[in-house]
């Protein structure tokens, strides 16, 4: 019944831009701190962001402070990720998680980071 769908991925250039965005439905949205996540081939799945249900705190990993806004509009149920000034090591499957008594996983987009 819960659903979170994962999109916007794909190809970018280093120094490049991408907005991810993770739309959510069979739950109450607003109950949920959102977070972004990210697994690289051979590495564990680390944390990237988190943003409060209400949208008031977020927190993010040192490697992507500055450069990565994670955000959230609860009345279209869909949390982002806006990726700016990107880089190669920034490859991986981005996973958004919803988090409040239990989480939920989306599927994961593949963001690739290469010249």
């Known amino acids: 019944q819960v659903q979170l769908v994962e999109s916007g991925g794909g190809l970018v250039q280093p120094g490049g831009s991408l907005r991810l965005s993770c739309a959510a439905s069979?739950?109450?949205?607003?109950?949920?701190?959102m977070s972004w996540y990210r697994q690289a081939p051979g590495k564990e799945r680390e944390l990237v962001a988190i943003?409060?249900?209400?949208?008031?705190?977020?927190n993010y990993d040192d490697s992507v402070k500055g450069r990565f806004t994670i955000s959230r509009d609860n009345a279209k149920n869909t949390a982002y990720l806006q990726m700016n000034s990107l880089k190669p090591e920034d490859t991986a499957v981005y996973f958004c998680?919803?988090?409040?008594?239990?989480?939920?996983w989306g599927q994961g987009t593949q963001v690739t980071v290469s010249s």
């Open positions: 943003i409060s249900s209400a949208g008031g705190n977020t």
């Open positions: 069979g739950l109450t949205f607003s109950n949920y701190a």
């Open positions: 998680k919803a988090v409040w008594w239990r989480s939920y």
